[in-house]
């Protein structure tokens, strides 16, 4: 796992940068591009890092769960506990041709099921560099090339973990501090975000307004008509929280992260905090 502290040494764009299409610039190597993996994916976080990872070496063949086992690809990349049916899929495949691309991530317990874990791990950045890692690795021991495709899936790997940890460093500036800590959530899916940025995730159904006076109150679009009944009732206001997990604005997970982040700020009382020029990295 990539540590946070690392982030400011590893951050090589200028942060200034980190607005839409975060990551558009292409990586090269000097070692070729090695013969083309398929990887099968049936979420949007998998299918954009096996995009950004595999470049030309990669055909992503995006399917549902009940196609995952007729794929014929050489890899199935998933995040587990998104879809249920997805993980029961999961589980008749060989092991060897299946890659949980949080793997070396230290999840979450899920607040609503403790046997399960929570998937929305790219709502920390980190985690999205970590599991680029994972994949790289996974795809170039498949590969029929695997010292070419060592190389060429790493450089893309690194490519992805720049971006992530300056996607990172963003959002440290704009979230830290905040003057209020409690995200109110009608579904706890932004617990790594919390974890990463010092927040209180705190369900709606728990929330005491008296104790945790905020401003917002975050929902997931199921449950949309629950939450703006209670902001009313208590005179804030009732924000959507897109998981990622279908679609991600101008189809760049990080960029989805990044905004969500803002919104955030905009809403937390958070006052941005710009690092003087002893502080940037480099």
Same mark, same amino acid.
């Given at each position: 796992?990539?540590?946070?502290?690392?982030?400011?040494?590893?951050?090589?764009?200028?942060?200034?940068?980190?607005?839409?299409?975060?990551?558009?610039?292409?990586?090269?190597?000097?070692?070729?591009?090695?013969?083309?993996?398929?990887?099968?994916?049936?979420?949007?976080?998998?299918?954009?890092?096996?995009?950004?990872?595999?470049?030309?070496?990669?055909?992503?063949?995006?399917?549902?769960?009940?196609?995952?086992?007729?794929?014929?690809?050489?890899?199935?990349?998933?995040?587990?506990?998104?879809?249920?049916?997805?993980?029961?899929?999961?589980?008749?495949?060989?092991?060897?041709?299946?890659?949980?691309?949080?793997?070396?991530?230290?999840?979450?317990?899920?607040?609503?099921?403790?046997?399960?874990?929570?998937?929305?791990?790219?709502?920390?950045?980190?985690?999205?560099?970590?599991?680029?890692?994972?994949?790289?690795?996974?795809?170039?021991?498949?590969?029929?090339?695997?010292?070419?495709?060592?190389?060429?899936?790493?450089?893309?790997?690194?490519?992805?973990?720049?971006?992530?940890?300056? =996607?990172?460093?963003?959002? *440290? %500036? @704009?979230?830290?501090?905040?003057?209020? &800590?409690?995200? #109110?959530?009608? !579904?706890?899916?932004?617990?790594?975000?919390?974890?990463?940025?010092?927040?209180?995730?705190?369900?709606?159904?728990?929330?005491?307004?008296?104790?945790?006076?905020?401003?917002?109150?975050?929902?997931?679009?199921?449950?949309?008509?629950?939450?703006?009944?209670?902001?009313?009732?208590?005179?804030?206001?009732?924000?959507?929280?897109?998981?990622?997990?279908?679609?991600?604005?101008?189809?760049?997970?990080?960029?989805? =992260?990044?905004?969500?982040? *803002? %919104? @955030?700020?905009?809403?937390?009382?958070? &006052?941005?905090? #710009?690092?003087? !020029?002893?502080?940037?990295?480099?």
């Amino acid at each position: 796992m990539i540590a946070r502290v690392l982030a400011p040494l590893l951050v090589i764009a200028a942060l200034t940068g980190c607005t839409r299409g975060v990551g558009s610039a292409a990586p090269t190597t000097s070692g070729g591009v090695p013969p083309t993996v398929s990887v099968a994916v049936a979420d949007f976080p998998s299918a954009w890092l096996a995009q950004r990872v595999g470049g030309d070496a990669i055909d992503v063949r995006e399917v549902g769960a009940a196609d995952l086992r007729t794929s014929g690809a050489d890899l199935v990349a998933y995040v587990p506990d998104i879809n249920p049916d997805v993980d029961a899929a999961v589980a008749t495949l060989p092991t060897e041709t299946v890659v949980d691309l949080t793997a070396d991530i230290k999840r979450l317990a899920d607040p609503r099921d403790r046997e399960k874990r929570d998937p929305y791990v790219w709502f920390d950045p980190v985690n999205v560099a970590t599991m680029a890692g994972t994949l790289a690795e996974t795809m170039a021991k498949v590969n029929r090339v695997p010292y070419m495709a060592t190389q060429y899936y790493g450089v893309r790997s690194l490519d992805v973990e720049a971006d992530s940890l300056a =996607v990172d460093q963003r959002l *440290q %500036e @704009i979230l830290s501090p905040c003057r209020i &800590p409690t995200l #109110v959530v009608e !579904a706890p899916v932004l617990g790594y975000l919390a974890r990463a940025y010092a927040f209180d995730q705190v369900p709606l159904i728990l929330w005491k307004p008296q104790r945790e006076p905020v401003r917002a109150l975050y929902f997931t679009i199921d449950a949309e008509a629950a939450v703006r009944a209670q902001a009313a009732r208590y005179d804030v206001k009732a924000l959507p929280v897109d998981t990622l997990t279908e679609k991600a604005p101008n189809d760049d997970l990080l960029q989805g =992260v990044l905004d969500t982040g *803002q %919104e @955030i700020a905009d809403h937390q009382d958070c &006052p941005l905090v #710009v690092p003087s !020029a002893t502080d940037r990295p480099g």
